[in-house]
């Protein structure tokens, strides 16, 4: 309850006691006092609006002048605009930002050079360049001030070409660049990775009495280490000689970004060790840093230094742990996360949604992915790239073509991302006229130029398809040269349809551009075997031999209870390893009396029949599937994860296994997720 205040005071009073509470830090008296004033006069207004918008409460302050505006009792003066505009550049409301630059020009005062260098400040907050520029062009009188909020407008709106011209006229206007000036214009050589100019500016700060500017020098390490320059980067901050929190933010960023996470990570720790107060900022540099280096585990336990400090995460912060998590596969930890994001309100941040997302998708959940992606209430191109990926590569072709329709028809405009999803969801689900036609469209409609990815993507829509023929023609034709993975391609679709001449050429090629990969000699095998050129088969083996390539070791995970547990070929390190081979055995012998007889086809040939059978049972997914159905309590699903392609009769096994027990099983290897319900796969046996 708040003590009463003066009533009915004099015009100059109620002022000297608004100030004497705003002095005070009690914005509630002061907006208490303000209340009861039966016509404040705009000087009051002005007041009550930027003591809102200095506390963080800009959609109050921008409020409390709507209402100003709406009484139509008194007008605004150029202080209560400069007020407002302070609002609406910290906020971003470009709706606002307009209406506040209509009342300027309204009140005859958008040349003031004070107003004006606000409201070009405001439009570059929002990121509206247009706007800016036309304040620009009504100010009569520029100054430094004028020309700094100008091109830091451009930069912040994406136009580092823009900047950089503004800089020179400002040059040539003779108006002299200070050091917000430097620091302003850094970043535009950064995006654009003009080390010259950058250099040039550098050059320019020494002589002019600012290199050991703090700002200008941090610009400085990050153009440098944009630029790839990463001792000058480390020279400049090194001889900077008072580093605040910025300078080391900026130096851990610089290191994550050239790929140097031991300096980035170490720097950390020197950080900290002399005793610099971290803030919101240096946490979120080295966990995005680690995120984005594949350091999973790392990311996971700053987290929780982080947390022990005090430090609140925010959707930075989150959107990095969950990209830990889609690398450690630790789907509960999304899930958390999830959980996190919703108690804090973050579930409006598109970043964190759509990381969100893909996590899901990643550890087989695809229908909490789409669920999520119906109530984003925002979707950008990503969001619905990581949407139109999740159906691919859980085999939803059709799904993954309605949504890119859907998404062009809503006039978000598709990138290279987009189509890579895409043509991939139409190799996995055998649609090869619809994928010939999204390709085409690539360039025709959508002005996105095909790379090396999309023609390797276009090879395995053909080969999948069974069109192997047009799949080698469309590789010696296209016009980049072709990568391993186009090759590889068709090379699996070979074995698919037991092409052995198309296998032999395209191993053949592969055996040259990376002849240290196993899975290709493993392909080539496969086909052989299929064939039954035993002797053409033993030489790709001897091959690999002599070439010292040994062929990746088969390894499969699965989650029960809130643990991974892991098995490889053969395992006999469970503790429950009798009773898994006991309920193997039990359902090999009824898929025996069901008329189905184990696949040995690709099984080692110098094994009997009997142990090619037992060799086959020993397979790590096997052992995966039946260790988590053991395990089930209550759940409706078992989701493994597999390093490698699954094998055909572990495939033909598991469609029996889920029609056995009543439960669906997903599989994740190599290449796709397959969903496993009632004896059918969802891959179609295409994989």
């Given at each position: 309850?708040?003590?009463?205040?003066?009533?009915?005071?004099?015009?100059?009073?109620?002022?000297?006691?608004?100030?004497?509470?705003?002095?005070?830090?009690?914005?509630?008296?002061?907006r208490?006092?303000?209340?009861?004033?039966?016509?404040?006069?705009?000087?009051?207004?002005?007041?009550?609006?930027?003591?809102?918008?200095?506390?963080?409460?800009?959609?109050?302050?921008i409020?409390?002048?709507?209402?100003?505006?709406?009484?139509?009792?008194?007008?605004?003066?150029?202080?209560?605009?400069?007020?407002?505009?302070?609002?609406?550049?910290?906020?971003?409301d470009?709706?606002?930002?307009?209406?506040?630059?209509?009342?300027?020009?309204?009140?005859?005062?958008?040349?003031?050079?004070?107003?004006?260098?606000?409201?070009?400040?405001m439009?570059?907050?929002?990121?509206?360049?247009?706007?800016?520029?036309?304040?620009?062009?009504?100010?009569?009188?520029?100054?430094?001030?004028?020309?700094?909020?100008?091109?830091?407008?451009?930069?912040?709106?994406?136009?580092?070409?823009?900047?950089?011209?503004?800089?020179?006229?400002?040059?040539l206007?003779?108006?002299r660049?200070?050091?917000?000036?430097?620091?302003?214009?850094?970043?535009?050589?950064?995006?654009?990775?003009?080390?010259?100019?950058?250099?040039?500016?550098?050059?320019?700060?020494?002589?002019?009495?600012?290199?050991?500017?703090?700002?200008?020098?941090?610009?400085?390490?990050?153009m440098?280490?944009?630029?790839?320059?990463?001792?000058?980067?480390?020279?400049?901050?090194?001889?900077?000689?008072?580093?605040?929190?910025?300078?080391?933010?900026?130096?851990?960023?610089?290191?994550?970004?050239?790929?140097?996470?031991?300096?980035?990570?170490?720097?950390?720790?020197?950080?900290?060790?002399?005793?610099?107060?971290?803030?919101?900022?240096?946490?979120?540099?080295?966990?995005?840093?680690?995120?984005?280096?594949?350091?999973?585990?790392?990311?996971?336990?700053?987290?929780?230094?982080?947390?022990?400090?005090?430090?609140?995460?925010?959707q930075?912060?989150?959107?990095?742990?969950?990209?830990?998590?889609?690398?450690?596969?630790?789907?509960?930890?999304?899930?958390?996360?999830?959980?996190?994001?919703?108690?804090?309100?973050?579930?409006?941040?598109?970043?964190?949604?759509?990381?969100?997302?893909?996590?899901?998708?990643?550890?087989?959940?695809l229908?909490?992915?789409?669920?999520?992606?119906?109530?984003?209430?925002?979707?950008?191109?990503?969001?619905?790239?990581?949407i139109?990926?999740?159906?691919?590569?859980?085999?939803?072709?059709?799904?993954?073509?309605?949504?890119?329709?859907?998404?062009?028809?809503l006039?978000?405009?598709?990138?290279?991302?987009?189509?890579?999803?895409?043509l991939?969801?139409?190799?996995?689900?055998?649609?090869?006229?619809?994928?010939?036609?999204?390709?085409?469209?690539?360039?025709?409609d959508?002005?996105?130029?095909?790379?090396?990815?999309?023609?390797?993507?276009?090879?395995?829509?053909?080969?999948?398809?069974?069109?192997?023929?047009?799949?080698?023609?469309?590789?010696?034709?296209?016009?980049?040269?072709?990568?391993?993975?186009?090759?590889?391609?068709?090379?699996?679709?070979?074995?698919?349809?037991?092409?052995?001449?198309?296998?032999?050429t395209?191993?053949?090629?592969?055996?040259?551009?990376?002849?240290?990969?196993?899975?290709?000699?493993?392909?080539?095998?496969?086909?052989l075997?299929?064939?039954?050129?035993?002797?053409?088969?033993?030489?790709?083996?001897?091959?690999?031999?002599?070439?010292?390539?040994?062929?990746?070791?088969?390894?499969?995970?699965?989650?029960?209870?809130?643990?991974?547990?892991?098995?490889?070929?053969?395992?006999?390190?469970n503790?429950?390893?009798?009773?898994?081979y006991?309920?193997?055995d039990?359902?090999?012998?009824?898929?025996?009396?069901?008329?189905?007889?184990?696949?040995?086809?690709?099984?080692?040939?110098?094994?009997?029949?009997?142990?090619?059978?037992?060799?086959?049972?020993?397979?790590?997914?096997?052992?995966?599937?039946?260790?988590?159905?053991?395990?089930?309590?209550?759940?409706?699903?078992?989701?493994?994860?597999?390093?490698?392609?699954?094998?055909?009769?572990?495939?033909?096994?598991?469609?029996?296994?889920?029609?056995?027990?009543?439960?669906?099983?997903?599989?994740?290897?190599?290449?796709?997720?397959?969903?496993?319900?009632d004896?059918?796969?969802?891959?179609?046996?295409?994989?």
């Amino acid at each position: 309850m708040l003590s009463k205040v003066p009533k009915n005071l004099p015009p100059h009073l109620n002022i000297n006691f608004i100030k004497k509470y705003l002095n005070s830090g009690d914005l509630a008296r002061a907006r208490q006092l303000f209340d009861g004033i039966s016509h404040p006069d705009v000087q009051s207004w002005t007041l009550l609006i930027s003591a809102y918008t200095k506390s963080g409460r800009c959609r109050e302050a921008i409020k409390l002048y709507t209402e100003l505006r709406n009484s139509r009792k008194i007008n605004p003066d150029k202080f209560a605009i400069l007020a407002v505009a302070k609002a609406c550049a910290v906020s971003g409301d470009l709706v606002k930002a307009k209406e506040v630059h209509f009342d300027a020009v309204n009140c005859r005062v958008s040349s003031d050079l004070l107003l004006g260098n606000a409201l070009i400040d405001m439009y570059g907050k929002c990121k509206y360049s247009e706007g800016a520029e036309r304040v620009f062009d009504d100010l009569k009188m520029k100054d430094v001030i004028t020309w700094t909020s100008f091109c830091s407008c451009y930069v912040n709106c994406g136009l580092p070409i823009e900047a950089l011209r503004a800089f020179r006229q400002m040059g040539l206007s003779g108006t002299r660049p200070n050091a917000m000036t430097l620091s302003s214009i850094l970043p535009a050589c950064s995006d654009l990775k003009y080390l010259n100019f950058g250099r040039e500016i550098h050059g320019f700060g020494i002589k002019n009495g600012m290199g050991e500017n703090v700002f200008v020098n941090s610009a400085l390490v990050d153009m440098y280490s944009s630029c790839s320059s990463i001792k000058n980067a480390e020279l400049v901050f090194n001889n900077t000689p008072q580093l605040d929190v910025v300078s080391w933010n900026v130096i851990i960023s610089a290191y994550f970004s050239n790929g140097d996470c031991t300096k980035a990570l170490n720097k950390f720790l020197q950080m900290r060790s002399q005793g610099v107060k971290l803030d919101i900022v240096s946490w979120n540099s080295v966990i995005s840093g680690c995120a984005d280096n594949g350091k999973a585990q790392e990311v996971i336990e700053l987290l929780g230094d982080m947390q022990k400090l005090g430090c609140k995460p925010n959707q930075i912060t989150i959107t990095s742990l969950l990209t830990a998590c889609t690398m450690l596969e630790v789907w509960k930890g999304g899930r958390e996360i999830h959980a996190y994001i919703f108690r804090h309100c973050f579930m409006d941040d598109l970043a964190a949604s759509t990381a969100l997302m893909f996590i899901y998708a990643k550890s087989g959940d695809l229908e909490m992915s789409k669920r999520l992606f119906c109530t984003m209430p925002l979707k950008d191109t990503v969001a619905w790239n990581t949407i139109i990926l999740a159906n691919s590569m859980h085999g939803r072709g059709e799904e993954a073509l309605s949504l890119f329709n859907e998404m062009v028809g809503l006039g978000v405009k598709p990138n290279s991302v987009t189509f890579t999803g895409v043509l991939s969801g139409c190799s996995h689900s055998q649609m090869v006229d619809e994928g010939l036609s999204i390709f085409h469209s690539m360039s025709k409609d959508h002005k996105v130029e095909p790379d090396v990815e999309h023609y390797s993507c276009m090879v395995d829509v053909l080969s999948r398809g069974g069109r192997l023929a047009e799949a080698y023609e469309f590789i010696q034709e296209m016009p980049v040269e072709p990568t391993p993975s186009a090759w590889g391609a068709l090379l699996g679709g070979c074995r698919i349809y037991k092409n052995v001449d198309l296998g032999r050429t395209a191993a053949n090629r592969l055996f040259e551009i990376e002849p240290n990969n196993p899975g290709n000699y493993v392909l080539l095998f496969n086909i052989l075997v299929s064939a039954k050129l035993w002797g053409e088969a033993s030489e790709t083996r001897k091959l690999m031999r002599d070439r010292g390539i040994r062929k990746v070791p088969g390894c499969s995970w699965v989650r029960v209870k809130n643990r991974v547990y892991t098995f490889v070929v053969g395992d006999k390190s469970n503790d429950k390893i009798d009773d898994i081979y006991k309920f193997l055995d039990e359902i090999r012998l009824k898929m025996k009396l069901a008329g189905y007889f184990p696949d040995t086809e690709f099984v080692l040939q110098d094994l009997d029949g009997e142990e090619q059978e037992d060799s086959l049972c020993n397979h790590s997914e096997k052992l995966a599937v039946a260790f988590g159905i053991l395990h089930l309590k209550g759940e409706s699903s078992v989701t493994v994860f597999k390093n490698l392609r699954i094998c055909g009769d572990c495939h033909s096994t598991i469609k029996f296994i889920a029609k056995f027990v009543g439960v669906q099983v997903i599989v994740r290897d190599s290449l796709r997720f397959h969903h496993f319900t009632d004896g059918i796969c969802s891959c179609g046996d295409f994989w």
